[in-house]
């Protein structure tokens, strides 16, 4: 439930609950209304968050790893899951080039997401490397970048924010390759 609870205040929404002994209890959720349909996919400071890009998205979390594909896939991207950071290893092993994107948790079981984009920035160094956290706890710049990673994005994910921090990582390292010549700059 404090999941929900986060993506419905983020969005601007309110939850009401009514209960009754012997008739059980009724979630409500309530989201303000648009009459704009381009303002679900664009944003002041991101004209535009619809992509195309191949993404590979690594969650312990059985939930997440079905609905954040689909939120994605609203935007217009190709979404693999996973469940297990060494089901995505096996999948970057037999197809190195297959994505553009890792989506990966933080917190799993066996190995972190921060191991995995350890392992998997180096050998492909073109890939852009989004963590996810449930935990706002700071992780030190420099152990994501020397991960490659690009950007965190804090649980519950919003697909806006996710959408805006995807555009965001994918133009840094468009000006880093312009600018260095190299993907992920020493």
């Known amino acids: 439930m404090p999941v929900v609870h986060g993506i419905v205040k983020n969005c601007g929404g309110e939850i009401v609950v009514s209960s009754e002994v012997g008739n059980g209890t009724q979630f409500d959720l309530y989201f303000p209304a648009t009459d704009d349909e381009d303002s679900m996919m664009q944003d002041d400071g991101v004209p535009d968050l619809i992509g195309s ?5 690594v969650d312990d979390e059985p939930e997440i790893a079905e609905s954040c594909p689909r ?5 217009g991207y190709q979404v693999t899951a996973r469940t297990s950071s060494y089901e995505a290893l096996e999948l970057f092993k037999t197809k190195p080039t297959a994505f553009d994107i890792l989506i990966t948790d933080y917190t799993m079981p066996q190995l972190t997401g921060l191991q995995l984009a350890r392992e998997e920035a180096p050998r492909i160094p073109n890939l852009a490397i989004i963590l996810i956290s449930g935990y706002s706890a700071a992780i030190g710049t420099r152990l994501l970048a020397d991960a490659g990673v690009g950007a965190v994005v804090l649980k519950p994910i919003v697909g806006r924010e996710l959408a805006k921090e995807i555009r965001s990582v994918l133009a840094t390292r468009t000006a880093n390759t312009e600018r260095t010549g190299m993907v992920h700059p020493v």
């Open 71 to 75: 939120m994605l896939r609203g935007y």
């Open 53 to 57: 890009e191949r993404i590979l998205l």
